[in-house]
């Protein structure tokens, strides 16, 4: 389990997380949503431990700011934003360093870049890819560093993901969010900030719904997709609508320029 | 399946190729080391001395003291330098993620050169002078080095990121800040002082002794070796701080020892060989070329290119002009100046930034 409670954080002393609680079972994926400079980032860099924060967050019972880092990175694997690199290394190179667990076994940086479909990418150097090409070079990296959901002991493991899908075109989208499914499914947690609504919807058990560093509900996707609830949040009108076998969608609406 | 993948070479893993090198280079530090101690102004024959020695024959006095008490230690020293420039600079660039990081060019050697300068004029006024000895020099050179390193990295990098322009700039006028305190300082020097100040700051091995090389072994030897323990830390910082962090390295204290062990090889280099410059850029940009980035190779094989490339110059310092002697950072900095605005210029894109 992993429980945020009362965070409040802030960047240069302006509060950007206020009384933010959150919480991820393993075994599910848990989607951070909202609109852009609503705090998802911030958040997600608090579960992680990389941003000073009041308030407390508990991993597996523990606590983040006392987890030491190398337990820490035993059971878990994040995944930034971006990741922009200093030399040249090939692809493989760069997903060889998230074998920090399973030191020498590159059949495993082999396969987790063949998940990624970037197999024949090996010899590619890093900084010569696409950014979506990059994106999915470092969630190999990541793949590698969490390989088993599961530890040999039962801990679950984790992977935390800023926006993992936003510069992919929809089948590396739907690659990737497959990839996150069977993390979970196989008993592993997943924590990602998402941008699109539709795939969250497709993929998520819990949705956290943020606006102006202020958590608006966290849920389940039936009970977050609704008009009025993500039309306030996102401060536009939406129309969400429901399938019988695959949960809500959410259908833009033409606005007029003010 | 697996173990058919496993057992097959990985495509874009140069570490065999890497590894391959380093032997190549070992060779080549063979042979230069053997040029060094066979090339010189007395004309002693380096192969004579050998045969003589072979056959048990005692050598004349002057051919044992020119390459027992010139040679060799001007062989070592320089190797020495060599390793130790070269291991600082790509130790430098791995901690400021950027090829750009020289110690030369950033001010950890003028840093270096004013404890140098501190040492040398205010020696004996100074705490623990005594204690010190021979020490005291090299000693000063690593704490101002250290001072210099500790000072650029606090401006150049905010939150974990360094600003190339900013580290450059930085560097400009930490250079200009230690060299006008170093004028003020050999100022107040008396003649016996600015004699031993000018012969150090010219830059040369010529100056190699056994008594030296005792007090410098160890100071190069010992952060070379630490060097090799960052080099996993320093190639998961190469994706920057957090994500370092989120691979287990311990970052504060990686940052700390690189610092040191920076400061601590350019010292000892710098109040060896005073003003060497650009080996630190042209060795570690050559061998990421080669073979790649990765630092387990890089700082080793720095080493040994470094150490080769220093004797090759200092070959050139002492035969292009013979009988009389360039010094050695003139020849380094013909070559390494215009390589440096080569790299700058393939790198705008980053300096911009
Ligand atoms: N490095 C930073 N310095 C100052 N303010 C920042 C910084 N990063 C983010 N912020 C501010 O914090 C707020 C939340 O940012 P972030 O968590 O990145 O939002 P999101 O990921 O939801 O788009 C924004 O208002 C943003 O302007
Ligand atoms: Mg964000």
Known sequence: MLIARDICADYNRKAVLREVCFGARPGQITSIVGPSGAGKSTLLKVLTGDHAFAGTVRLDGRDIAAFPLRDLARIRAVLPQSTPLAFPFTVIEVVRLGLVNHPGQDHIARRALAQVGLAGFEGRYYQELSGGEQQRAQLARVLCQVWEPVGADGTPHWLFMDEPVSSLDIAHQLQVMALARQFADRGGGVVMVMHDLNLTAMSADSVALLRAGRLIVQACPEDVYRDDILGEAYGCRLEVGKTPVRGAFVLPQMVTVP | ?353
Not at chain 2, 173 to 187: C, D, F, N, R
Not at chain 2, 203 to 232: D, E, F, H, N, Y
Not at chain 2, 269 to 292: C, D, K, Q, Y
């Open chain 2, 1 to 353: 399946m697996v173990t058919q993948i496993a057992a097959s070479p990985l495509a874009g893993d140069r570490s065999r190729a890497a590894r391959r090198l380093g032997y190549v280079l070992v060779g080549l530090l063979g042979l230069t080391c053997i040029a060094g101690l066979a090339v010189g102004a007395a004309g002693t024959s380096l192969w004579s001395a050998l045969a003589d020695l072979a056959v048990g024959r005692e050598l004349a006095l002057r051919d044992k003291v020119v390459l027992w008490d010139i040679r060799v230690p001007r062989v070592l020293m320089g190797m020495l330098v060599g390793a130790a420039l070269a291991v600082s600079g790509a130790v430098l660039q791995g901690l400021f993620r950027n090829p750009l990081a020289d110690p030369g060019i950033v001010g950890v050697s003028a840093g270096a050169s004013l404890g140098a300068v501190i040492a040398i004029v205010l020696g004996g006024a100074l705490p623990l002078a005594a204690a010190m000895g021979a020490w005291i020099v090299p000693v000063f050179a690593f704490l101002g080095a250290w001072g210099a390193t500790m000072t650029l990295y606090r401006i150049a990098t905010r939150a974990g990121r360094t600003s190339v322009a900013t580290m450059l700039l930085a560097g400009i006028a930490l250079t200009a800040l230690t060299m006008a305190l170093t004028g003020l300082i050999v100022y107040v020097a008396d003649d016996a002082q600015l004699r031993d100040f000018t012969f150090w700051n010219m830059g040369s091995l010529a100056g190699a002794t056994w008594g030296k090389l005792a007090v410098a072994v160890p100071l190069i030897l010992l952060p070379l070796a630490a060097s090799g323990l960052l080099a996993r830390g320093l190639n998961g910082l190469a994706l920057g701080e957090a994500a370092a962090g989120h691979m287990g390295i311990p970052v504060q204290r990686l940052k700390g020892a690189a610092i040191l062990i920076v400061a601590a090889a350019t010292g000892a280099a710098v109040s060896i060989g005073g003003g060497i410059g650009f080996v630190g850029i042209v060795v570690p940009h050559l061998l990421r070329l080669a073979t790649g980035p990765d630092h387990r190779f890089l700082l080793p094989n720095a080493a040994l290119l470094g150490a080769a490339m220093l004797l090759l110059a200092d070959l050139v310092s002492r035969t292009i002009i013979a009988p009389a002697e360039l010094p050695i950072g003139i020849i380094t900095a013909i070559i390494g100046g215009p390589f440096f605005l080569f790299i700058l210029l393939r790198q705008r894109g980053i300096v911009d930034l």
